[in-house]
């Protein structure tokens, strides 16, 4: 059974940088990609990025590209987000996920962790 866990959230002042990381269990994740997403009260998750664990290629949301840095531990079956020159609006519960490389859709979600932005 694959789970996924996130942990690294807390409180930043902007400008600031927080690490969060992605823990998963319960099979290879080597055709998997492992997403980050973000949800604010009200709104719809929002994609972050992704990595896709063979390769380590990375893809970023625009709101965050050149911000934020995705990378993944193979050997602790573990993905980061690097989170850089953090904003207000970058305030939100931040989730992981899996999705088979085959497959289009992200499952097997974390708890999520909470990340606020503020001075």
């Known amino acids: 059974q694959v789970q996924v866990s996130e942990s690294g959230g807390g409180l930043v002042q902007p400008g600031g940088s927080l690490r969060l990381s992605c823990l998963a269990s319960?099979?290879?994740?080597?055709?998997?990609?492992m997403g980050w997403f973000r949800q604010v009260p009200g709104k719809e998750r929002e994609f972050v990025g992704s990595?896709?664990?063979?390769?380590?290629?990375?893809w970023y949301s625009d709101s965050v590209r050149g911000r934020f840095t995705i990378s993944r531990d193979v050997a602790k079956n573990t993905a980061y987000l690097q989170m850089n020159s953090l904003k207000p609006e970058d305030t939100a519960v931040y989730y992981c996920?899996?999705?088979?490389?085959?497959?289009?859709?992200?499952?097997?979600w974390g708890q999520g962790t909470q990340v606020t932005v503020s001075s």
């Open positions: 319960g099979r290879s994740f080597s055709n998997y990609f």
């Open positions: 990595i896709k664990w063979s390769t380590s290629t990375t």
């Open positions: 996920a899996t999705r088979p490389v085959t497959q289009s859709n992200y499952s097997n």
